[in-house]
């Protein structure tokens, strides 16, 4: 994901001034910021990912989303 929680409760976006660590906005869990490495003269991609892998809200599937609406 491109934004998380920080431990202050304010919306954080991955970059390279992020703190290594935040927090998942939908699930609460602990994610750490990550770094993609692009082609050249392209930078650097940021983005935030679950420490854990046992979380629920990048694991719902679509159709069980659309279910509930
Ligand atoms: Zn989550």
């Not at 660590?21 to 990550?34: D, F, H, N, Q, Y």
């Not at 809200?57 to 069980?64: H, I, N, V, W, Y």
């Amino acid at each position: 994901m491109k934004t998380a929680v920080s431990s202050n409760g304010k919306p954080v976006a991955a970059s390279y001034s992020a703190p290594a660590e935040a927090i998942c906005p939908k699930c609460g869990g602990v994610v750490t910021l990550r770094v993609r490495r692009l082609m050249a003269n392209s930078g650097n991609s940021y983005y935030w990912r679950h420490m854990d892998d046992d979380h629920p809200c990048e694991r719902q599937k679509p159709f069980m989303r659309l279910r509930a609406a």
